[in-house]
């Protein structure tokens, strides 16, 4: 079967573009096919990407040949329901849609892929392109004894007959492929599509699915992520999942889809200052979409911000100030919250007086229980003001399914998940399992050295290697830029030194060979986008990941003091392991018991 995006038509589709839909469903599995893109702002029916024939775009009309007059190659004349309008020849229109997809093509970076190298037609597509019209309610046979005069304007080989569509419903896959061929003139044989092809007219197509884009370097949703991004529903909507599954691509790329509508506003919150700038930076090329959080949206909103104030008050001073000011609330047409286990209950108030349609505007809330670092639940959704019943979206979009860690960090990170079904505010705990994991890689490294100075220059010496020499991923050694790595810490207080202090050192050790920066507190040194190692607290990785991931100072979770709380800990420690893409190493002076649970997780015996 091919791949269906959306995988089922909506209600208000018409019954031609149901049997059409289910006929080309029946294509062999490596075809894809869309149903009402947008290309330039427009909509045809449906573009098919046919990886051994080419890209089709196809117009489906639902007319009956008695509803049609004054038909030119341009225009016709249609009777329904006793009003009559002049509309574009579907030939026409889809001409115009194959147009406007070669031409969105030329534009973009890597188009060249799309061209061909050599010989007479060098700078032509590789690939043929057609279009094709479909008149799911006209056979040809009436065409021919009615009305002759149109066998010129609906020409055989490009228009498709109700009688021809039933004709696709028994034929094979090959075979229904080899009938669209006999649609393009011209067609010529050219190399099946690759991969990175396909992808560069998916990322046209739906310019939504785009995470990094330039002309050396293309990097989109896979086709899941693609199709759940099209099929969370409009209104209130909880999506969580365990980390790594791809909830904030999931949330970006339906911010990028609300925002293909110029006029809509939409607000993105977090808790997280780095995942805020991340957020904006992902969503840039969309003016209609603030991505901040929640603090400082407060600030903007009027309310200062009061030092070692609760989470909770805070929200509660907003939450006053958007009800008694009718001129703050209701300026957004979707919100959407990243991070969302953080969250006390003022704050979902606040984001839902956001919207203009507070009860029925879309409001998308994304979390994993087992990442929750500041608040334990002490509501319910209903408190809240959010219509959560049957609005909970986990499994039917894979969000079980780990897609950032290999299999064996997972069974390190495993340890400091929170238990399975448990809610933190208001967001479940799925069940962390190693074997959810689509990939598997090397064994995470747990060291031991003498002291927390000892694991510094310990960390900064292995950089220098990894950066000199590259490291052995996957049974291969890769070349390792120093954008790839992370260096996280837990927040601590060192007796005589304060903790700045140290990373400081590390960074200062780092620039010695290569760039590093510091990403967090008054000492910041740079941003995400540096292509620098990055060095940050564990607190504020949540969001983010990285290829290799370097632990520091791990014996000092728990924390020992009275004020420390082990659920946030381990919650914390669990954000930390789950960072890391291919590799991560765990660097600890001294002993405590998340330390020995390490140990156990990678199946050795504590020191």
Not at 176 to 190: D, E, G, I
Request: proline letters at 6%; a neutral charge; hydrophobic letters at 40%.
């Amino acid at each position: 079967m091919a791949e269906m995006i959306p995988e089922t038509l909506p209600i208000s589709s018409t019954a031609g573009e149901k049997r059409v839909f289910a006929a080309l469903e029946r294509l062999p599995e490596d075809c894809l096919v869309y149903y009402e893109p947008v290309v330039r702002r427009r909509h045809p029916d449906f573009i098919a990407i046919l990886p051994e024939v080419g890209v089709l775009v196809i117009e489906v009309k639902d007319w009956r040949l008695a509803e049609l007059s004054s038909v030119t190659s341009d225009t016709l004349t249609m009777t329904r329901g006793g009003s009559t309008a002049v509309v574009p020849h579907p030939l026409q229109q889809a001409r115009g849609y194959m147009h406007r997809l070669r031409d969105e093509c030329r534009k973009h970076p890597q188009a060249s892929a799309l061209m061909q190298k050599e010989g007479r037609y060098s700078g032509g597509y590789a690939f043929p392109f057609c279009h094709i019209a479909v008149l799911s309610n006209i056979n040809r046979s009436q065409i021919e004894r009615e009305a002759p005069d149109l066998m010129r304007l609906f020409p055989p080989d490009v228009t498709i007959t109700r009688d021809e569509l039933a004709a696709w419903d028994v034929l094979e896959p090959q075979a229904l492929l080899a009938r669209l061929k006999a649609c393009f003139n011209p067609w010529w044989p050219f190399p099946k599509m690759t991969p990175a092809q396909v992808d560069i007219l998916r990322s046209v197509i739906h310019p939504e699915i785009v995470i990094r884009a330039n002309e050396t370097d293309l990097v989109v949703l896979d086709l899941r992520q693609e199709r759940n991004a099209r099929a969370i529903g409009n209104g209130h909507r909880i999506v969580y999942g365990v980390a790594g599954s791809g909830k904030t691509v999931l949330l970006i790329a339906r911010a990028k889809l609300l925002a293909e509508d110029a006029g809509k506003r939409i607000l993105v919150l977090c808790y997280n200052r780095l995942l805020a700038k991340h957020l904006a930076s992902s969503l840039s090329g969309h003016r209609g979409v603030t991505a901040i959080t929640f603090h400082r949206w407060g600030v903007r909103s009027g309310v200062d911000f009061r030092k070692n104030e609760d989470d909770g008050a805070f929200g509660i001073r907003l939450l006053t100030r958007l009800q008694s000011n009718e001129h703050l609330r209701g300026q957004f047409d979707a919100v959407m919250i990243d991070e969302a286990q953080d969250w006390p209950c003022s704050w979902f108030q606040c984001a839902k007086l956001a919207l203009k349609e507070p009860d029925t505007g879309d409001l998308l809330i994304v979390g994993d229980g087992s990442q929750s670092l500041y608040h334990k639940r002490n509501f319910t959704w209903a408190d809240a003001g959010i219509h959560a019943r049957g609005r909970a979206i986990n499994r039917r979009f894979d969000l079980e399914r780990n897609y950032r860690n290999t299999a064996e960090i997972l069974r390190a990170a495993r340890a400091f998940a929170m238990p399975p079904d448990q809610e933190a505010q208001g967001v479940l705990a799925l069940p962390v399992e190693p074997e959810t994991a689509i990939r598997s890689g090397s064994e995470p490294w747990l060291i031991q050295l003498d002291d927390p100075a000892s694991e510094v220059h310990y960390a900064a010496a292995l950089i220098e290697t990894w950066l000199r020499g590259g490291i052995e991923i996957g049974g291969r050694r890769q070349r390792i830029r120093p954008s790839d790595i992370a260096v996280l810490y837990p927040r601590w207080r060192h007796p005589s030194r304060h903790p700045d202090a140290t990373v400081m050192t590390l960074r200062d050790r780092l620039n010695g060979f290569t760039r590093a920066v510091l990403l967090a507190g008054e000492n910041a040194t740079g941003t995400l986008h540096d292509q620098a190692v990055k060095i940050l607290p564990m607190h504020s990785a949540r969001g983010l990941q990285f290829r290799i991931v370097l632990l520091l100072w791990v014996a000092l979770l728990p924390s020992p003091f009275k004020s420390g709380d082990s659920d946030i800990d381990r919650g914390l420690l669990y954000v930390a392991t789950t960072r890391a893409e291919d590799m991560l190493v765990i660097l600890h002076s001294g002993k405590s018991r998340y330390v020995d649970d390490l140990y156990r997780a990678l199946g050795t015996v504590p020191p």
